[in-house]
């Protein structure tokens, strides 16, 4: 995949998976609640504290997007593409669950 590709659908798969296990489906909350407090607490404990940010990508879906998309198509632009893309879901879904509720 070259960087002057065009937004193909696998760029719109991979920001919908990163809006899906980052926030939007909730089975997916308690292991990574729980994975990402064993971390921290494995890096207190050894005075790691710079190691902390490495399970960021679980809970923030332009993190997730970003580095999925670099590793999937090795392409920084491409990540940066999946990971606007993957920003602009996750708006969409939260303004359409809030109009929901009200």
Known sequence: MVAGDIITTEFIELAVVANFITWYFTPFDQPR???TDKW???CVKWNQFWLVDIIKPLSCV???AF???LI???SFISAIIISMI???I???LEYGTKQELE
Do not use: E
């Open 33 to 35: 609640a729980w994975l």
């Open 67 to 69: 580095w999925g998309g």
């Open 40 to 42: 921290v607490r494995l």
């Open 86 to 88: 993957a920003l602009v």
């Open 72 to 74: 999937y198509t090795q």
């Open 90 to 92: 996750k708006n969409i």
């Open 62 to 64: 332009k993190c997730f």
